[in-house]
């Protein structure tokens, strides 16, 4: 498995599309504390989906940091995303506190078993 974190810091966004190509699966991480940028983080992951090469490509969402007192639920995410708009394609949300390794066992082997055979 190849995987890259590519990270999300807006001056590096358009860099994404070089990462693209034989996608089998697209893990995105979200913040569950920080519910300003949820719509921009939103934003950023309905651009993602739309990408030609990202078609098809199942979708795990971890909602991470679900340890902090200002944490929202992932169900809270899913609907802030619009997850459940999604129909192109299989994608799955994981409450992660990835710093404890909680969840994030659990959302690998989603990820594993989603992935679309060649």
């Known amino acids: 498995m190849n995987v890259w974190d590519i990270g999300g810091a807006r001056k590096i966004r358009p860099y ?10 697209l893990i995105y991480v979200v913040d569950s504390a920080d519910i300003k940028r ?5 934003q950023e992951l309905s651009e993602l989906l739309l990408e030609e090469k990202l078609r098809g490509v ?11 007192g200002q944490a ?5 995410i899913a609907e802030g995303l619009g997850l459940h708009n999604i ?3 299989d994608w799955q949300i994981q409450s992660c506190i990835a710093t404890e390794g909680k969840g994030v066992k659990e959302g690998l082997e989603w990820a594993c078993n989603n992935i679309k055979r060649k």
């Open 38 to 42: 949820l719509e921009e983080t939103g």
């Open 72 to 76: 929202v639920t992932a169900a809270e």
């Open 87 to 89: 129909k192109d394609r």
């Open 58 to 68: 199942p979708l795990l969402v971890y909602a991470n940091k679900q340890d902090l």
């Open 16 to 25: 994404w599309r070089n990462y693209f190509e034989n996608t089998d699966v």
